[in-house]
């Protein structure tokens, strides 16, 4: 590995794979270069955590909320660990100093006019459509979690994550964003055209067919849907 940012990322792959010392490994490496970085002591103190090296996790955990006093989950990551410990009392206080974080964002967030929160949420899918272009797909799929927090019921943004979802090879994923677009505006049809390829995907023919057949219902000329239907003709 060439630089930081490779351990980092190596040390995020090895605690989602369960490869706990490899993460312990790649995240030193990556502190090294970054000692100041919040994710990177949080993360370092997952892996310690998650291998029972409680007294060592907490250590980067008190850091990583030390640089950032509103970072929630390394104070849940915190209070968990020291509740592991036995330290319940230690533990209720960094899990109350998360709840209050929380609470106070959620207040902020209600101020936030709609068009600022559509402007911020309209910047993460741009910064997403850049990695989709260069195939980092996982980056994508965070910065379009990130857009819906602020526009949930922006349905060309997630129809978008369906479809990264789907190019990363999850489409019990992207089955699910689609069918919340679906839910939460009942006829938008790309969502629907991309729910039906995944049940096409998946061989289940008769249900893609129902789900396009309905979307033809709303919009008999389309020509994405006549397309797809065909595809059942071969």
């Given at each position: 590995?060439?630089?930081?940012?490779?351990?980092?990322k190596?040390?995020?792959?090895?605690?989602?794979?369960g490869?706990?010392?490899?993460?312990q490994?790649?995240l030193?490496?990556?502190l090294?270069?970054?000692p100041n970085y919040?994710d990177?002591?949080?993360?370092?103190?997952?892996?310690?955590?998650l291998s029972?090296?409680?007294?060592e996790?907490?250590?980067?955990?008190?850091?990583?909320v030390?640089?950032?006093?509103?970072?929630?989950e390394?104070?849940?990551?915190?209070?968990?660990t020291l509740?592991q410990?036995?330290?319940l009392?230690e533990?209720?206080?960094?899990?109350?100093?998360?709840?209050?974080?929380e609470?106070?964002?959620?207040?902020?967030?209600?101020?936030?006019?709609?068009?600022?929160?559509?402007?911020?949420?309209?910047?993460?899918?741009?910064?997403?459509?850049?990695?989709?272009?260069?195939?980092?797909?996982?980056?994508?799929?965070e910065e379009l979690?990130?857009?819906?927090?602020?526009?949930?019921?922006?349905?060309?943004?997630?129809?978008l994550l369906?479809?990264?979802?789907?190019e990363?090879?999850?489409?019990?994923?992207?089955?699910?964003e689609?069918?919340?677009?679906?839910?939460?505006?009942?006829?938008?049809?790309?969502?629907a055209?991309?729910?039906?390829?995944?049940?096409?995907?998946?061989?289940?023919k008769?249900?893609?067919?129902?789900?396009?057949?309905?979307a033809?219902?709303?919009?008999?000329?389309n020509?994405?849907?006549?397309a797809h239907?065909d595809?059942?003709?071969g």
């Open positions: 590995m060439s630089d930081e940012k490779d351990y980092l190596e040390g995020k792959r090895n605690i989602e794979e490869e706990y010392q490899s993460a490994f790649n030193k490496k990556a090294e270069e970054h919040p990177i002591n949080n993360l370092l103190g997952v892996a310690l955590s029972g090296r409680y007294k996790a907490v250590k980067f955990f008190k850091k990583a030390e640089l950032n006093p509103q970072y929630i390394a104070h849940i990551n915190y209070a968990l509740n410990m036995g330290k009392e533990a209720n206080n960094e899990f109350e100093k998360a709840e209050s974080i609470t106070e964002r959620e207040s902020e967030f209600e101020k936030l006019e709609f068009s600022v929160r559509a402007r911020i949420s309209n910047s993460h899918k741009e910064t997403a459509t850049l990695y989709v272009s260069i195939g980092r797909f996982d980056e994508a799929v979690r990130k857009a819906l927090i602020f526009a949930p019921n922006f349905h060309d943004i997630r129809t369906g479809k990264v979802l789907m990363k090879g999850d489409l019990e994923g992207a089955k699910a689609f069918k919340e677009v679906l839910r939460r505006s009942g006829d938008y049809i790309p969502a055209v991309k729910l039906g390829l995944c049940y096409y995907k998946e061989d289940d008769e249900i893609a067919e129902d789900i396009w057949k309905k033809q219902e709303l919009d008999p000329e020509p994405t849907i006549k239907l595809l059942l003709k």
